[in-house]
């Protein structure tokens, strides 16, 4: 679904910085090689989320949900010398196809891939994050939130990807005749609990499929 008519969803990419040439070629690679290449952000939001990291420069990221690692470079650009970024995933598939990319980065070395399944990972992570990137199984979207809560440093940011759901979040977004379905009510559970929450500041931007920033205070 496109929340802009395709010309104006182009003159947003044509005004947005372009990919580098490896970001470039994995999102290529990805669209011909890999199923389900639209899980992958892109060109405008990988911009974004570059943006938001360069500008905090954090010390530590956590990215849920790697897929062909595209996003887990676009946040590596802003970290610190002695900068981290843990991406968890549970497919195994991705791993060598992601670090072929990341090894033509100077990032490779502060890319720290963990395969698994993301609620057992989390707990076991003893950092303190600066960024974290909600982007994996909409179901476990409000877990993932409640999970890293406490993970993250005061003035830090969470983000999380494809909170309109391809419209879905709305009447007008779903078919009419059928119920809302598991995956659609996780992310309604989701943007509530995160309205909802006096410890955060946040802000539903309609970048791509829905990017909610979550400011923790
Ligand atoms: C939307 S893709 C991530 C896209 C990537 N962040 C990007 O923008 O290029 C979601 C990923 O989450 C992973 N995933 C789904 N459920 C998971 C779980 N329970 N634990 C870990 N990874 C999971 C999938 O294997 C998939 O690669």
Redesign the pocket.
Known sequence: MHFLSADLEEYAEAHTTGESDVLQRLNRN?HAYVM?PR????QL??RF?SMISRMMRPRRIL??????????L?LAEGLTDDGLLI?????EE?ESFARSYWNQTPYTSKIDFRL??????IPTLNDVFDIV?I???KK?YSLYYDLVFDKVRSGGIILA??VLWSGKVVPAGRPASRAIDKDTQAVLDFNQKVQQDSRAENVLLPVRDGLMMIYKQ
């Open positions: 990805t389900r899980m992958l952000s892109g939001q990988g989320l990215e849920i949900g790697t897929y062909t690692g595209y996003s887990a676009c991406t968890v995933d549970n497919n991705l698994g399944n993301a609620p057992d990972i990137f982007d994996a199984d476990n990807d494809n």
